[in-house]
């Protein structure tokens, strides 16, 4: 169904990319296809048949992100709700349609608000996501039913590759239905099982589900407001009250929410989503509005009411069990751990998940995989590190205190070619070997190596490696290894410092 803008003076307008160091007409509006502008045309050319064409340069991250966020303002009429790149949005509103008056009166909501922003918007309705897909593409004359107004459509409501649809063109099919009467076992035959497969998706004959942008969450919320709410502070306090709801129902189940997701859907159709997480469950709703209050005052993008917000949303996508806690009789927390975990989210909100760290040990040989910085907001179950040998307490320990990423090329002269280290030249210092340990032979990951999970880059930086644990005239400890060995791997192995001991 096309809506299309009340009348403007705006000109045509059209989007360029440079191919082959030409600049050509990428995306069109409709005012400038009709002056017989077309994509795959020289901007040359465009601008001497139209000079008052308005050219902007492609920008497909922007154009993604954009879509996106009307994705997420999508989510108020269904959360089916999905991305269908480059320019389109697909909605299931199975079992939503009812809550805004039916269909017709649910589509007409959402055309009216994408018109508020001037964007210009095709929607139709059909029994499948490829039958509405096609309808709105593809707008033709008017049918007495679904079925017939789908094979009236041409072959390019297919969503062929190039090359097939123009094979069912010359082979003189125009129109679903021309195809749709040519016996299968010919489509496949000539044209390739693909042509039948969206044949059978476009009729309603298969089945293709819906891939959602958004996972449908454990608990979820809404406060629809009467009218259009302007204040910001007011949207807030709303949300205060669906924080206070949704911790009533995680405690009904004996949860703690990890993630929080709020939105704020404005009148005029976008959305402000805000995320929080938690590094251990929380059902604590001050705690929870104090994580929003800083994602807040953190975001580039103010929360902004615009002409106003109509609805506040609340989600917790991720729950896990929290069993009920008692305080100690002599007072103080409830858990070991809940002040640090308090500040590792504070800190995770206001900063991004990616900017505090800690370090998980990781069960491997290899020293450098030895350890992963991973978010410090992400849970992880008890590990232990290493510990030495009991039988040696006293023992100096065998990995250094400080690694170099990556290991450091050093000279080397050895009193046989694959004894240990005698002297060596390490950033234009010669160091003298007074006491060395080793070797402590390493070897490679053979069996990744054998399944053929390493390419050959990968497999050259985990050849046998023979460390030494060395002390230089100065006093100064440090961990090197020759990297391959003499007559095997390597003709001439390198040798370099991997670390450095207290």
């Known amino acids: 169904m096309w809506r299309p803008l009340p009348d403007q003076q705006v000109p045509p307008t059209a989007f360029v990319e440079k191919v082959r160091g030409a600049m050509r007409l990428c995306t ?49 009429y269904t959360p089916m709700a999905a991305v269908d790149p480059p320019d389109g949005l697909m909605l299931d509103i199975s079992g939503c349609a009812h809550l805004f008056g039916g269909e017709i009166a649910l589509m007409e909501d959402a055309v009216a608000r994408l018109l508020r922003r001037d964007i210009r918007v095709r929607a139709a309705l059909g029994n499948t996501a490829e039958a509405a897909h096609a309808l709105a593409r593809f707008p033709g004359r008017p049918a007495p039913d679904e079925d017939a107004a789908i094979r009236r459509l041409p072959v390019a409501a297919l969503r062929l590759p190039p090359d097939s649809e123009a094979s069912l063109r010359r082979a003189g099919l125009k129109t679903v239905g021309e195809v749709a009467a040519r016996p299968l076992s010919t489509l496949a035959a000539r044209f390739g099982a693909e042509a039948v497969d969206a044949l059978h998706l476009l009729l309603g004959q298969a089945a293709h589900p819906l891939n959602p942008r958004r996972v449908a969450p454990a608990i979820q919320i809404d406060h629809p407001f009467a009218e259009p709410v302007a204040r910001t502070e007011y949207a807030v306090a709303a949300l205060e009250q669906l924080v206070a709801q949704a911790c009533v129902q995680l405690g009904e189940r004996a949860q703690g929410g990890r993630r929080f997701h709020a939105t704020f859907f404005r009148s ?21 509005m104090r994580l929003f209050a800083e994602r807040m005052e953190s975001v580039s993008d103010p929360l902004d009411p615009g002409f ?32 640090v975990a308090a500040l590792l989210d504070a800190l995770a909100t206001r900063a ?25 907001i992400e849970s992880r179950g008890p590990a232990q590190w290493q510990a030495p040998p009991s039988e040696y307490p006293h023992a100096p320990p065998t990995r250094p205190i400080h690694l170099f990423d990556p290991p450091q090329r050093i000279d080397v002269m050895a009193q046989v070619p694959d004894g240990p280290p005698h002297r060596f030249r390490w950033r234009r210092a010669l160091h003298e070997v007074t006491r060395f340990e080793g070797p402590e032979r390493i070897a490679p990951q053979w069996w990744k190596i054998a399944d053929g999970q390493l390419e050959k880059p990968e497999q050259d930086r985990f050849l046998t490696r023979d460390y030494y644990r060395v002390e230089d005239a100065r006093g100064r400890r440090l961990w090197i290894f020759r ?14 410092v991997h670390g450095l001991f207290a």
């Open 308 to 339: 106003g917000f109509d609805m506040v949303r609340l989600a917790v996508p991720r729950a896990e069990p929290l069993a009920a806690s008692q305080l100690a009789l002599e007072g103080g927390a409830a858990k070991e751990g809940a002040d």
């Open 28 to 76: 069109l509006d409709s005012d400038a296809m009709a002056l017989g502008l077309a994509p795959g045309m020289a901007l040359a050319d465009a601008r001497a048949q139209v000079p008052e064409l308005r050219v902007f340069d492609v920008d497909a991250h922007a154009d993604q992100d954009w879509l996106e966020r009307l994705c997420d303002g999508a989510a108020r």
């Open 268 to 288: 005029d159709g976008l959305a402000f989503p805000l995320r929080v997480e938690t590094s251990l469950p929380v059902r604590d709703p001050p705690a929870i």
């Open 483 to 496: 990297h391959g060995l003499y007559g095997t791997e390597r003709s001439n192995p390198a040798w370099y």
């Open 352 to 376: 991004g998940r990616n900017r505090v760290l800690r370090l998980a040990p990781v069960d491997t040989h290899i020293p450098e995989q030895g350890q992963l910085a991973l978010p410090a």
